[in-house]
């Protein structure tokens, strides 16, 4: 696999590359192949069976990627499951060399080795480079097994045709530096449809202080927020979260946390300009204390109290009344308990929105605090697409599909 005269693509430098290795004679390849991905700035992590251990050993990847090797599934003292990390860390995984042994096992949907266990446990496009004897290619099962992984939406580099370790002549060699290379391109291009584009999606319910302990704020939990980011990262955007809640880690995912309405609108405009989209997921309070105490009220120092209350200015259009965000397209949202298409439309006009997903807080099975969600997106110009109960996760696609076509290039 010379890679003298093989440039890195320019779309995979940069990205988390998970390189797994199985035991074939081909692993000693792959290793200047890990070696030219690092060099052009790609993160590279290497996970290995115990067979390819045999051929190549740990300390040679390592070195040339500068990362521990993931050898077995058991995480040490005090860190997470080595290959639920590479699941989620990773933007992309290959397999190379892929051994007829370790394509039956992903096709089975095993998962007892590193290898197996961090493919069931990924989140992004999976390219597999096979590599073995002549005979073992051309057999039927292999042949049935790989048509199952490119079912799955795994992409296969076919191996090249040639000399064998064996000694035969035929396919089964792995592929070259540029063949596997131009699929990993292939791999990640539909996947990531938001590189080069800036995100930014607010979540969470904002808080308005009482006194320095209370604050008044509402049921929302941050859950549609972060799905929507995290769909966003994982198809290459530059994302930022403005939130007031708390999230899992995100490797994609710049957070930057709020808590009032205030402070929301001027991470908005510090945060938007030059992005191309806003999903405003927030629960922004409609009013606030005219009035906060700056020490903790004492119940027993205040047998009654009455709280003035004033609106708070809304977030989106004072936004859209900036010239500075013209060129965002802003989604926002809205949380209904009847007329959800004439309630959302009028807030499209009055908060210069070009898009609202609406959804039905009367339903006991979605919305806030739930792993579901469902609801209508609408766009200003008439356009409407029913979002059928789904998981906040997978809805938080289906409205980037719809919206992605909208944006402008």
Known sequence: MPLDATPIPIELRGLRIALLVSGGIAAYKVVDLASALSQAGCQVRVAMTAAAMRFVGPPTFQGVTGKPVATGIWPADGTPEPHVFLGDWAQLILVAPATANVIGRIADGRSDDIVTATLLAARCPVVIAPAMN?????????????????????????????HLASGHE?????????????????????????????????AGGTREPIDP???????????????LAAAAADRGAKVTLITTANHPEHNGIDVQRVDTAEEMLAELRSQLRGSDLLLMAAAVGDFRPA???????????????TL??????????????EPAFATVFRVGFAAEDSKLDAKAMEKVKRKGLQAIVANDIS???????????????????????????????????????????RLKR
């Open 134 to 162: 002549d005979a073992m290619w051309a057999k039927p099962a292999l042949q049935e097994n790989l048509t199952k992984l490119r079912h799955r939406g795994i992409t296969v580099v076919e191996p090249e045709t040639g």
């Open 170 to 202: 035929g396919a089964g060699r792995l592929a070259g530096a540029s063949a596997i290379l131009n699929a990993m391109v292939h791999g990640i291009r539909a996947r990531y449809d938001l590189a080069g584009r800036r995100v930014v999606v607010t």
């Open 308 to 321: 003035e209350l004033e609106p708070i200015p809304d977030v989106v259009a004072s936004l859209a009344a």
């Open 363 to 405: 339903r006991r099975d979605i919305g806030f605090g739930s792993e579901y969600n469902a609801g209508v997106l609408l766009f200003a110009d008439g356009a409407r697409h029913e979002l059928e109960k789904a998981t906040k996760r997978e809805l938080a696609d289906k409205i980037l599909d719809l919206v992605l076509p």
């Open 291 to 305: 009035k906060a105490s700056d020490r903790k009220i004492r119940r027993e120092e205040t047998p009654s109290l």
């Open 213 to 227: 302990v209370r604050f008044i704020s509402n049921y929302s939990s941050g859950k549609m927020g972060f799905a």
